[in-house]
Every structure is written in C-alpha cells, then in structure tokens.
C-alpha cells in the first residue's frame, strides 16, 4: 500500500490522544457533512422550483416559433406548409395571428392579446387540458377561451347573453376618422371557455378561430402572425431549425422555447448559481474547521514525523500523509451528507412530506448533476483546504 495513504488513513479513523483535536476534527467533518447535506438539497429545491416555474410556460409555448423577420406579419403558402410537414422531427405546426386589441364587457375595458388559432392548436401545446370552466372553442365560429384573470377584471362569465364581449381591433387607412365604426372593425365574441396557468398569462390571451382574427385585423387568408411548432421526442432542434430557414428563404426568426422566454431563464439561472454561491461560502467556511484539525494534527505528531523523517521518509511524503487524511475526511463527509440529502429528496418526491399548499408539495428534483456539482465542489475545496494545512509540514518543523 501507498505509504502516505497508509499513514493518512490510520490518521482518519483513529483517535487522538488529544481530546481537543478528536472535538475540532468532529466538529470539521460535521461541519462537511451538514453543509454538503444542505447544498445538494437546496440545489434540488432550485431545480423543482425551476421545472415547476417553466411548467407554466410549457403549457403555452411551443417547441419552436416562425416570427417575422421584420413586421407583425408573414405570408405562408400552400407548398411552404407541404415542406414543413415533411421536416423530420415535426409532429405538427399550427398558424397562428396574434395581436393587442380592446375587449370590452359591460362598461369594463381590457387591453390584451387576441390570438386566433387554426385547429392544430390543441396539438401543439395543452392549453386545452387548462380549462377551468367551459369548454375549448369550435372553429369558424365567434367563440373565444379566455384568461381567468381577464375575466376578473371584467367581472364576466360564460354565455352571459345579456352584456356583450366585443372586441375593438383598429382598422388601417390613414382617413380621416368621423365615426366609431370608422375607426374600428369590432365584433361580439361568445365566451365559452376560462383557462387558467398562472397569474402572468391567466390575463395574457383570448383565444379566438384564425379566420376571425384574421378578417379583424384585414389580414389576407395566408398572411398570419407566426408558425409555432411541436417537435418530435427524438428530434434534432438545431437540424430543424436549419430547415425552416430553408423553408422560409431566411426571412423568417425561428425562437426556441428558451429564446421566446429569455427573461425568465435568465433569472432562474442567476437565482441557481447565487444560490450556489452562497452555500458554497457556508462550505468554505465549514472548511476552516478541518483546515485548523489539520495544523493541529501536525503538531500532534511532529514528534512521530520527525521519527518518519529519520527512516527515510521524504518531506513531501509526510506532507502528502496530511493531504490526504484531509481529502478523505471530506470525501467521507460529502458522501454522508449527499446520503442523507438523496434520502430527504427522494422522500419529500415520493412521500410529499413538506406542502406549500393543501394541494401543491413543495417541488424538488433529484438530479445527477446535481450530484456531480454537490460532489466535485467538496472535493475541489477538500482538496485545496488540505493542501493548505499540508504546507505546514516543513523541513524546518522536523528539525
């Protein structure tokens, strides 16, 4: 066996004469052990709330989306479409015309968007499975779905027959305007639907038939907004993407679901790395302990040091003897604590132990990255903590 590792391990699990070096070395490989328990746990509270956050998003956004290169609107034909059903890694596509408009109800006014959708819809994304009340639209019909918090603001219901749900699209023409009618192309829309995903979109959309949108907002039966697609499980983004600009002759910006929600990436990805940080300076900090264990071990037996140096031992040797009784109490460390916060995660996915609500867990998600992270960061500073407490052993020192 390795001389060092030999030595370093009988350092490990034997105990000092020393009681004080026994309680700071307990105190260190605690310190290791609750700080990597509370790292990976936190980690996977993160990456929960992360799933759990784009959940929404993923309710509503497509896999990948065709929009204008300049303008609000694109023109498709007949072949375009014949081509984009044929990509590979295409399950279906959907046109959509999408467009800030007034909705008025009952003396209450709202600015929102008008999305009008063609009957791929439904397959694109599961809007469908979030109705609240009612039912999903028919198509080529003035019924609308609209956002639970629009509703609210308009204090309206369904198939309320008595008050009218109309909408105000301007009309184009730089005319002088003298009347209402003049000015906007409006119609009366039926309600036959609520949906509802979280409080942001609940007052984005009213969803309506394409072709209504379309005669709203004088669009010609194959100009439309956007194409949004859903891709296939096993499908090639980048190839696809590729494919569609071919499709389209480069005029047209394709946007994966994480472009068309940039913001919120950005932020549940610097919310993840500050929190990292921050548990990793509570680490480090842990770290002190074993680096003070570590000095004082080498002082604990500088005379059996001094009795290896005499047999031949090289300084570097005896060095190593304390780098590695340092990276092993953290090795051992960061496995009972990644064990016990394995076990805590896996129990609160199965078991539901801690709620937010009556009905919603608090979300986690058990990751081998997160494993990985968890493990190569207490490694790395075990390392580097033990490296400094190692520089102790000198020449000098055996003298």
Known sequence: MNFPLYIAKRYVFSKSKNNAINIITGIASMGIIVGTLALFVVLSVFSGLRVFSLSFTNT????????????????????????????????????????????????????????G????????????????????????????????????????????????????????????????????????????????????????????????????????????????????PDANESDVIEKLNTVFQNKAEIKTRAQLNATLYKMLNTENIAVYLIFTLVIIIALFNLIGALIMMVLDKKSNLKTLYNLGAEVSDLKKIFLLQGSLLTVIGGIIGLIIGIIIVVLQQQFQLIMITESLAYPVVFSIQNVVIVMGTIIALGFISSLIASSRVTKKLLD
């Open 60 to 115: 509503i956004d497509p896999d990948l989306k065709v929009n204008p290169l300049k303008g609000k609107s694109l023109f498709i034909n007949s072949a375009q479409e014949k081509q984009i059903a044929a990509i590979a890694g295409v399950a279906s596509y959907s046109k959509i015309v999408e467009e800030r408009v007034l909705f008025f109800f009952d003396g209450k006014e709202q600015v929102t968007y008008l999305k």
């Open 117 to 232: 959708v063609d009957t791929n819809y439904t397959k694109i994304n599961a809007v469908s499975k979030s109705i609240y009340n009612g039912k999903w639209l028919r198509y080529n019909t003035a019924e609308v779905v609209v956002g639970y918090g629009i509703t609210q603001k308009l204090s309206m219901g369904l198939f309320d027959f008595n008050n009218a749900f109309e909408v105000y699209v301007p009309r184009k023409g730089k005319a002088v305007i003298e009347s209402e009618a003049e000015a906007f192309n409006k119609t009366a829309l039926i309600p036959v639907g609520i949906y509802a995903i979280s409080e942001d979109l609940d007052s984005k959309y009213v969803f309506s038939d394409l072709r209504l949108a379309q005669e709203l907002l004088e669009y010609q039966p194959n100009q439309i907004s956007a194409v949004e697609l859903k891709l296939k």
